[in-house]
């Protein structure tokens, strides 16, 4: 079975600073790889995705990932955060047994310091 | 449209009581699932369905059921509220063909007291 690995509960970044939430995933097989992105008191959004070609994918609010086959990573970061990038953010897999299923991380808080 | 919603926002029970969180879609999503998240624990998958008719458990479905009558809706009820119920439920959607990306309702907030 699949699982993945969110190691960092709380990430604390000043403003205007460069962040890196880390993700870790274990399959057997190919697998695709999201961010989401929980803003305070509402439901997850995709913040991005890998599927397949290009390792380096990016989102429209200047976050991007890499994926890492060799050391099954999928590494979000941001070179400069803002207050509103204030939010909990969960790494999540897909699931090989089908039913276009997930399994998530446990989540990192990130919390911008002005 | 208005995506996945949710409802009621938020909910307080008493040990015993039932009720039936309701989760509508309009995106023609095939798939349908049910979640709760509770602090430090990620989300975890109560049920799921493929298709109307059609459910299957997930991680944690005692206490729990849910039925897809319809393509739109898919209802999860508790039929014995539980202190360990107390948590925030999503529900999601995704299509055939979508590589795993699924669409969140808001959530519903419930407490068992």
């Known amino acids: 079975a699949q699982s993945v690995t969110q190691l960092d509960s709380q990430v604390p970044v000043f403003e205007e600073a460069p962040v890196e939430l880390r993700c870790n995933y274990s399959?057997?097989?190919?697998?695709?790889l999201f961010w989401y992105v929980q803003y305070p008191n509402q439901g997850l959004q995709l913040l991005l995705k890998y599927l397949s070609g290009s390792t380096l994918v990016e989102s429209i609010n200047g976050f991007e990932a890499e994926f890492n086959k060799s050391q099954t990573s999928f590494h979000l970061r941001k070179p400069s955060v803002h207050i509103s990038d204030t939010a909990e953010y969960f790494c999540?897999?897909?699931?090989?047994?089908?039913?276009?299923?997930?399994?998530f991380g446990t989540g990192t808080r990130l919390t911008i310091i002005p | 449209n208005a995506g996945v919603t949710q409802t009621p926002k938020f909910r307080i029970l008493k040990i015993g009581q039932s009720m039936t969180l309701q989760c509508t879609q309009d995106?023609?999503?095939?798939?349908m699932y049910w979640y709760r998240q509770d602090p430090g624990m990620g989300l975890k998958l109560i049920y799921y369905?493929?298709?109307?008719?059609?459910?299957d458990k997930g991680e944690v479905p005692n206490g729990y059921n849910v039925s897809r009558s319809t393509t739109e809706d898919f209802p999860l009820r508790l039929e014995l509220a539980a202190p360990s119920q107390t948590s925030v439920y999503f529900c999601a959607g995704a299509g055939v063909s979508s590589y795993n990306e699924q669409f969140f309702g808001p959530g519903t907030r419930l407490t068992v007291l």
């Open positions: 995106m023609n999503h095939n798939y």
């Open positions: 369905s493929v298709g109307a008719g059609i459910t």
């Open positions: 999540a897999v897909s699931d090989p047994s089908g039913n276009e299923k997930l399994t």
């Open positions: 399959s057997s097989v190919s697998v695709y």
